[in-house]
C-alpha cells in the first residue's frame, strides 16, 4: 500500500479525468473513531459537515456501507439523501425506498436460536456483549479480560459451528467482535457494486471513478471488487488488497476536506487516454 499524501498528483489527476466520483465510506474506524462499545461512539460535527457537503456536490455520490443495522447508522449520521447500507449489505436504502436480502425459514430460526444460546453465553463473561442488528448477531468483547476471550471464542464456534456446517450462517471476525451472518452473497463489496450500477447508466460507467475508505477486514471485498477505482485502508500494519492507506480517521478527515474543494464542473472535460491507462493497469 502507498501513503495517500505521497501520490497526490495523481489522485488528483483520476479526480479531474471522471465525470463523477463515487465516494464510499465505512462509518465505525472510518469517519468515526473506534469506541469501547457500540452505543459510546461519537460522530464529530466537522465529519457531518464534510458530508454535507460532499452530498451536495453533483459530481460526488456519498454512500456509507457498514456493519451496523440500517437505523442505526441512519440515526448516527443524520444526513438524509446519502446511499446507506447496514449489515454490511444485507439491508440498504436507495432513492429514499428500503431494500433487504431475504432470508430463509431455517436461517431466521437458527438467528432466533442462536440469539438465545450467545445471550446465555456472555453471562459467564464480563465486559461481553451481543448486539442483534436484526440482520446479523455481533458478539463484542473488547471489555472482556485477555485470558477469558480465548475461552469465549472456543465456545462461540461449538456454538455456531453446527449452523456453519448447515450452511444456514456464516461468521467474520472483525476488530474485537465476532459477527453472524445469513449465508448469503452479499458483502459490502457487492452493495458498493450494486450502487454504482444504479448511480449512471451503462454508457457512462467509465466516467464514473470509485472511491471506497475502510479500516476492517470486511472493507476487504471492496477494496478487491473495486480494485479499478481509489481504495483506501484506513491504518497500517496489515496486509490489505487496498490501493492506498490513511493513518486513522483524522487523516480521513484530511482526505474528505480535500475532496470537497472539488469544484461541480472539475473534470467534466476529461482526459480519456489517462483514464483508459488507469483503468487497464489497474491491478
Do not use: C
Not at 436484526?134 to 465456545?155: C, F, N, S
Not at 472535460?269 to 483503468?279: C, E, I, K, P, V
Request: hydrophobic share 40%; net charge positive.
Amino acid at each position: 500500500m502507498i501513503y495517500l499524501w505521497k501520490d497526490t498528483e495523481k489522485i488528483d489527476q483520476l479526480l479531474k479525468s471522471f465525470a463523477k466520483i463515487a465516494l464510499f465510506l465505512d462509518f465505525d474506524g472510518t469517519i468515526a473513531p473506534i469506541s469501547p462499545t457500540p452505543n459510546s461512539t461519537t460522530f464529530s460535527a466537522k465529519m457531518k459537515n464534510l458530508l454535507l457537503t460532499l452530498g451536495k456536490n453533483p459530481k460526488i455520490v456519498v454512500g456509507i456501507i457498514s456493519g451496523r443495522s440500517l437505523s442505526d447508522l441512519k440515526s448516527k449520521i443524520g444526513i438524509p439523501d446519502l446511499l446507506y447500507a447496514g449489515n454490511h449489505g444485507q439491508e440498504w436504502e436507495l432513492h429514499g425506498v428500503y431494500h433487504h436480502m431475504r432470508i430463509s425459514k431455517e436461517t431466521s430460526s437458527a438467528f432466533a436460536s442462536l440469539k438465545k444460546s450467545l445471550r446465555n453465553l456472555i453471562k459467564d463473561f464480563q465486559g461481553a456483549a451481543i448486539e442483534d442488528k436484526g440482520y446479523t448477531i455481533a458478539l463484542h468483547y473488547r471489555m472482556v479480560k485477555g485470558e477469558e476471550i480465548r475461552q469465549l471464542i472456543e465456545k462461540f464456534i461449538q456454538l455456531t459451528n453446527p449452523y456453519i456446517l448447515a450452511k444456514e450462517i456464516r461468521v467474520m471476525k472483525n476488530k474485537k467482535v465476532l459477527e453472524v451472518l445469513p449465508n448469503t452473497h452479499l458483502t459490502k463489496g457487492h452493495i458498493a457494486k450494486y450502487f454504482l450500477t444504479h448511480i449512471t447508466s451503462h454508457k457512462k460507467a467509465s466516467k464514473l471513478l470509485p472511491i471506497y475508505i475502510g479500516d476492517d477486514i470486511t472493507d476487504e471485498d471492496a477494496f478487491n471488487l473495486l480494485f479499478k477505482g481509489i481504495t483506501i485502508k484506513v491504518g497500517f500494519g496489515t496486509a490489505s488488497s487496498a490501493r492506498y492507506f490513511l493513518e486513522d480517521t483524522k487523516d480521513v478527515e484530511k482526505f474528505l476536506s480535500y475532496l470537497s474543494k472539488i469544484k461541480p464542473e472539475y473534470g467534466n472535460n476529461s482526459d480519456l487516454s489517462s483514464r483508459a491507462t488507469y483503468l487497464i493497469g489497474a491491478k
